[in-house]
């Protein structure tokens, strides 16, 4: 929509003066960062031209996110991962280095001091779900094996949900094991499904009115750590998820879709470990960049 000279003149000068406002600024970076919020703000506002009502209806919607947001529930972070703003921030703190693993959004349900597992240990901890034997190594960009990373994983059950959804203090389907003097690890843990963000606030109401789903491809966390390399936060996704590249916060990447291979019941198991049905397995070879990068 054009507006006459008048109005462009009128507008314009209300950013103008706004942005002059934060000259006094003691902090460099502040002023740059509250410069181009009012810049981009202003330029959204004069595109999309609300009404005052659909202002309102903006201020109600970030009030309700407010409310419903409390320790464990963050409406906000939500808002961002939806938005594809978490996803953006995670890919420009983690440049791309050499043939470093990629990293992916962290999610609200990582926990401090899970249980420690042995390597082949499982970390269901009698969570619901299929038996999946997860292994690889952990090596730097130049190939040499990392001994002692620390791997924390956690992932939702069959149902959907993870332990912290749950009433009571029980914890399952996460635990956290260190690689071996060759890098290598393997685990048991739990054939990742598919499962909504929480989606009974203010998010689930705009995905409703926007018509996307509020699913997650299925995956499963990690969270990798060595002593003179970048800690890497990501996740691995089954190959042919009905939900894959529709993932409601943007987090799938092609480098991070494996083939989780399904296994007939009866087939014996890496560990001679007796599992009742059906198993999968899948290998995730992880690279970490150094630290500083
Ligand atoms: C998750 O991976 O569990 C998750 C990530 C972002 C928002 C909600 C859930
Ligand atoms: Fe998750």
Request: hydrophobic share 40%.
């Amino acid at each position: 929509m054009s507006v006459s000279p008048e109005q462009e003149a009128v507008e314009q000068r209300l950013v103008d003066t706004v942005v002059a406002s934060f000259d006094a600024c003691r902090s460099p970076r502040l002023r740059e960062v509250m410069t181009a919020l009012t810049r981009h703000l202003h330029a959204f506002l004069r595109e999309v031209r609300p009404t005052e009502e659909e202002w309102g209806a903006a201020i109600e919607f970030l009030t309700k996110a407010g409310h419903i947001t409390d320790d464990v529930r963050q409406e906000f972070i939500l808002l961002s991962d939806t938005l594809g703003a978490s996803m953006q921030t995670i890919n420009i703190n983690n440049e791309a280095y050499r043939d470093a693993t990629e990293a992916t959004v962290f999610g609200p349900f990582f926990v401090q001091d899970s249980a420690e597992v042995e390597l082949g240990g499982d970390v269901a901890f009698g969570a619901p779900g299929e038996p999946c034997w997860v292994e690889g190594t952990v090596t730097d960009t130049d190939g040499k094996p990392l001994a002692g990373a620390r791997i924390e994983v956690w992932e939702a059950d069959a149902d959907g949900l993870y332990d912290v959804q749950y009433d009571g203090a029980k914890r399952a389907a996460r635990g956290h094991l260190f690689t071996d003097a060759d890098g290598g690890y393997r685990f048991w843990a739990l054939t990742p499904t598919p499962y909504p963000i929480p989606n009974d606030g203010p998010v689930g109401q705009l995905l409703d009115a926007v018509g996307r789903s509020p699913l997650r491809a299925a995956h499963l966390h990690f969270m990798v750590a060595h002593e003179g390399s970048r800690t890497l936060v990501t996740h691995i996704f089954p190959e042919g998820d009905p939900v894959g590249w529709n993932d409601s916060v943007f987090g799938i990447k092609e480098s991070l879709i494996k083939t989780f291979d399904q296994q007939p019941a009866g087939t014996p198991t890496p560990d001679g470990r007796a599992v009742d049905g059906a198993w999968s397995r899948v290998r995730f070879d992880i690279v970490l960049a150094p630290s500083g990068v």
